[in-house]
Every structure is written in structure tokens, then in C-alpha cells.
């Protein structure tokens, strides 16, 4: 069974950065892919960005393209996701989810597992 703690959200002003990390356990092979969603009051939930375990690639949503990356550290079981330049419009919950499959998925239907979410606020 997957297990992922996300941590390091906060509050932000904008033009800032914060580093957001899930934690994961459990279940190596149904987390081949891993990803960030975040989710707005009264919105859906949103892709954001994934990589894929074994090889480090990545894929990022148009919002945050060249502001945001994801990385991760095998040894501690640990996803990164660091946030430049950040915005108002930034602020949600945001989700690490883990996927079996290694192919790129930007819908949440697709991922199996999910985090408790982080709350990022930033404001202006």
C-alpha cells in the first residue's frame, strides 16, 4: 500500500518560492509515476507537474512552466516540487499523487494514490 505525506506548504508573498516535498512508502511498483495537483475552493483539481520515477522525466503544466520543478531524491523515497515566482492565482491545496504507470498522465482519474494535500497561499 502507497503512503505519501506532503509538507512544506505555508504562506507566501507573491514573487516568492516554496518547496513542497511528498513522502512516499509503500508499494514501489504502483508509483512509477509521480505528480502534483493542486486544487482551488470551488474548482477542480488540476495537474501540475510529474516526473517519472526511474528515469527523472518531467512534464509541467503551461501555468507553471519555467517557474516550478519537480525533482526527487530515491534514496529518500522523497518528491520535490520548488516553486519560483510564485503567484495569487498559485494558491490551492496541492496533492502529490502516485500512478503505476510510467507513461505521462495529467488526470487525476489516472492516479491511483493520493497525499492529505498542502496548503499554499500567496498573496499579493
Known amino acids: 500500500q502507497v503512503q505519501l505525506v506532503e509538507s512544506g506548504g505555508g504562506l507566501v508573498q507573491a514573487g516568492g518560492s516554496l518547496r513542497l516535498s511528498c513522502a512516499a512508502s509503500?508499494?514501489?511498483?504502483?508509483?512509477?509515476?509521480m505528480g502534483w495537483f493542486r486544487q482551488a475552493p470551488g474548482k477542480e483539481r488540476k495537474f501540475v507537474a510529474a516526473i517519472r520515477w526511474s528515469a527523472g522525466s518531467t512534464w509541467f503544466a503551461d501555468a507553471v512552466k519555467g517557474r516550478f520543478t519537480i525533482s526527487r531524491d530515491s534514496a529518500k523515497n522523497t518528491v520535490y516540487l520548488q516553486m519560483n515566482s510564485l503567484k495569487p492565482e498559485d494558491t490551492a491545496v496541492y496533492y502529490c499523487?502516485?500512478?503505476?504507470?510510467?507513461?505521462?498522465?495529467?488526470?487525476?482519474?489516472?492516479?491511483?494514490?493520493w497525499g492529505q494535500g498542502t496548503q499554499v497561499t500567496v498573496s499579493s
Open positions: 509503500g508499494g514501489t511498483t504502483s508509483r512509477n509515476l
Open positions: 499523487a502516485a500512478a503505476p504507470s510510467d507513461r505521462y498522465i495529467s488526470s487525476a482519474r489516472e492516479y491511483d494514490h
